[in-house]
C-alpha cells in the first residue's frame, strides 16, 4: 500500500538559508501532521492542515511556515535557518471524515543539517 | 492538558528475555486514542498499534502484547523473548478525538530498548 512520502529525506542546509520540505501524503487522505524530533528528543506536533486549511499549531517558530496544497500535498518552509533546526522532520497523514479512518503512518522523514 | 510518561530511560536485556515498556497518559478527554511506535537506529518511526479508549482488550500480535488499564491510565507493551532485532527507542503516543478520528499525537520522551546478544 502506498504510503507517506517525503523529500528530500536528507537536506544539509548553511545558517541563515532557507529550507523547503515536501509531504505526500497517503492517497485519499485529508489531513497532514508535521513534528520535529531533535537529537535524543521525542517527536514535537509543529503545525497540521485539514482540507487545506490549517487546523492546528503546535510550537512552530515564526520562522517556519507551511501549507497544503489542492492536491493535498503538503510543504514545510523554514527560513534563516539556525543551528538548532537540525532535527529528523517527519510528516503524517491521516483521513479524518466518519468512522471509517483509513491507518495512520508517517513518513520515513527529512533529515535536516544546518552547519 | 494532555501528557504521556514513559519513565524508563533506557532497558537493556539480553536476548530471550521478557520485558515490559510501561507508559502512563494523562487526558481529560474521554474519547482518546493510544499509540506505541518504534524507532530503529535507521530513525523511520514505525506504528506498532492504535487502541481507542473504549476497546480495553488486551492484544497480541506475535512476540509483543499491549495491556491497556484505564483505571490506572496505563498503556503498557511486552515484548516476549526479546530479539537483537527489537533494538530500538520505542514511544507511546496519545491523541484526542477530533471530527471523527484522531488528532495530533502527543508522544512520551522514549525508551531505548537494547537487546544483548
Known amino acids: 500500500a502506498a504510503g507517506v512520502i517525503q523529500s528530500p529525506r536528507h537536506l544539509i542546509k548553511e545558517k541563515r538559508e532557507t529550507a523547503t520540505l515536501k509531504c505526500y501524503p497517503i492517497?485519499?487522505?485529508?489531513?497532514v501532521y508535521w513534528y520535529q524530533q531533535g537529537p535524543g528528543q521525542d517527536p514535537q506536533f509543529l503545525i497540521s492542515?485539514?482540507?487545506?486549511?490549517?487546523?492546528d499549531k503546535g510550537s512552530i517558530p515564526d520562522r517556519f511556515s507551511a501549507q497544503q496544497f489542492s492536491d493535498y500535498h503538503s510543504e514545510l518552509n523554514m527560513s534563516s535557518l539556525e543551528l538548532g533546526d537540525s532535527a529528523l522532520y517527519f510528516c503524517?497523514?491521516?483521513?479524518?471524515?466518519?468512522?471509517?479512518?483509513?491507518?495512520?503512518?508517517f513518513g520515513q522523514g527529512t533529515r535536516l543539517t544546518v552547519v | 492538558a494532555q501528557k504521556v510518561t514513559q519513565a524508563q530511560t533506557e532497558i537493556s536485556v539480553v536476548e530471550k528475555e521478557d520485558v515490559t515498556l510501561d507508559c502512563v497518559y494523562e487526558?481529560?478527554?474521554?474519547?482518546?486514542?493510544l499509540f506505541w511506535y518504534k524507532q530503529p537506529p535507521s530513525g523511520e518511526l514505525v506504528f506498532l498499534i492504535r487502541?481507542?479508549?473504549?476497546?480495553?482488550q488486551n492484544e497480541i500480535s506475535g512476540r509483543y502484547s499491549w495491556n491497556f488499564q484505564k483505571s490506572t491510565s496505563s498503556f503498557n507493551f511486552t515484548i516476549t523473548a526479546s530479539q537483537v532485532v527489537d533494538s530500538a527507542v520505542y514511544f507511546c503516543a496519545l491523541s484526542d478525538f477530533l471530527r471523527g478520528g484522531y488528532n495530533k499525537l502527543i508522544f512520551g520522551a522514549g525508551t531505548r530498548l537494547a537487546v544483548h546478544p
Open positions: 492542515f485539514y482540507e487545506k486549511m490549517q487546523s
Open positions: 487526558t481529560r478527554d474521554t474519547t482518546y486514542y
Open positions: 503524517a497523514s491521516s483521513f479524518i471524515g466518519g468512522a471509517d479512518f483509513l491507518s495512520e503512518g
Open positions: 487502541r481507542n479508549s473504549f476497546d480495553e
Open positions: 492517497p485519499r487522505h485529508d489531513t
